[in-house]
Nanobody, 122 residues
């Protein structure tokens, strides 16, 4: 069993910053990619940023230059530093772990966190 626990969401004024963290725990052998997605009511969940185990990153066009994703492979933890926040960044942010190899079966699974609310006031 693998769990993703997110932290760091909250309420911030436009122009402010927040840092999200997501720690994966359980019977983990390896994780190929970790990332952050966000969703607002009535819309599909969208990729915000993603980082692979070799450090390759990709970002949504709307957050490039403002958000930075990083990863600590030893701790199975991913971070999202969000600067210059805008009201349109308001959403529930979900952590994702992709192609997680579990030690007990060597099978691969994808996992999601429970989500953390980020609200940016104007």
């Amino acid at each position: 069993q693998v769990q993703l626990v997110e932290s760091g969401g909250g309420l911030v004024q436009a122009g402010g910053s927040l840092r999200l963290s997501c720690a994966a725990s359980g019977s983990i052998f390896s994780i190929y990619a970790m990332g952050w997605y966000r969703q607002v009511p009535g819309k599909q969940r969208e990729l915000v940023a993603r980082v692979t185990d070799d450090g390759s990153t990709n970002y949504a066009a709307s957050v490039k230059g403002r958000f930075t994703i990083s990863r600590d492979n030893a701790k199975n933890t991913v971070y999202l530093q969000m600067n210059s926040l805008k009201p349109e960044d308001t959403a529930v942010y979900y952590c994702n772990a992709e192609q997680v190899v579990v030690t007990t079966t060597s099978a691969e699974y994808d996992y999601w966190g429970q989500g953390t609310q980020v609200t940016v006031s104007s």
